[in-house]
């Protein structure tokens, strides 16, 4: 009998627990209740992918007089937007893995039929390469749902990732 209710408490246990959400870094921070929020964002060029675009966004959260700065990736669909929402200080990292994905997408060797090398922040946004023989880019904003954009180059990518490093140094300092 003990084993029986201790399975169905398992189950249950399991079942339940799939369906919690992760927050993010940025869901943590403006989550804050009982508190005044200012959001504010600044629009940043479009990223260009194969075959569609992100909208990027740099948005200040502030509560407190605390501010915390996010890189947004934004793709609109018809089902609702996916979108991801990068910590400055992930972004940071992003742009050092990046470099070390480049150098590693110029010396590539694999003979397999796929391979994929990326990288995952801690909120689960990926960016990385991969393919059979000509590899593609590629970024995946979210764990569920149709999120991974393709592109043919690394260029545009790893411009977006400076053009909002750099407007996120220039909110900080005005």
Not at 34 to 55: A, V
Not at 96 to 114: F, H, P, W
Request: proline share 1%.
């Amino acid at each position: 009998m003990h084993i029986f209710v201790f399975s169905i408490l398992m189950l249950f246990n399991l079942t339940f627990s799939q369906d919690e959400k992760v927050l993010t870094k940025m869901d943590r921070f403006v989550s804050n209740t009982g508190q005044i929020m200012k959001l504010e964002n600044f629009n940043l060029p479009d990223l260009k992918g194969y075959s569609e675009f992100l909208k990027v966004k740099i948005r200040r959260a502030t509560t407190q007089g605390e501010s915390q700065f996010y890189l947004l990736l934004i793709k609109e669909d018809e089902y609702g937007d996916k979108s991801a929402a990068i910590a400055e200080e992930d972004l940071d990292d992003l742009i050092k893995a990046m470099d070390e994905l480049i150098s590693l997408s110029e010396n590539e060797t694999t003979t397999s039929d796929y391979y994929e090398n990326k990288f995952t922040t801690e909120d689960g946004f990926q960016i990385g390469y991969g393919g059979s023989k000509k590899p593609l880019w590629f970024v995946t904003l979210t764990s569920y749902g149709k999120s991974t954009i393709l592109f043919d180059k690394f260029a545009d990518l790893k411009a977006t990732f400076l053009i909002a490093q750099k407007k996120i140094s220039e909110l900080k300092s005005s």
